[in-house]
């Protein structure tokens, strides 16, 4: 199975670093940023062809995406700032770009050499790395 193909389905969350100072420098508020902190979302993607769905699934909320790689759409923040978006492959990641209001925040979504499910978020000099386990 091809790198990129490994990122369809579903994957169970196994640990989060960085998650807050991220949040924080997006801007969401404190209270949200606690509460997203406690959530160990279940992650869903399928990309199939240059179509993209991820779907993120907590007790606190669920978010999906949709979208075309290679396109710009929008997307709606946390703190309901409109991004320009875009995601496209840099190899076996796929690279999600956030902008909006002068700002930039940069998603890599791939599957590492140990089969796990790595998000990598950066904005500013905020890093967060959250990984996920293929569900059984």
Known sequence: MERREKLNGRWNFVSSEGFD?????????FAIRKLAGLGRPDIVMEVKGDQFTYTSISTARTTEIKCTI???????????????SVMNWDGHK??????????????????DDDDMF??????????CTRKFKRQS
């Open 21 to 29: 100072d991220y949040m924080k420098a997006i801007g969401v508020n």
């Open 70 to 84: 290679g396109k710009e759409f929008q997307e709606t923040m946390p703190d309901k700032s409109v991004t320009k």
């Open 94 to 111: 796929l690279i999600h770009r956030q902008e909006w209001d002068g700002r930039l925040s940069v998603t890599e979504r791939y599957v």
């Open 118 to 127: 790595v998000l990598e978020f950066t904005c500013d000099n905020a890093k």
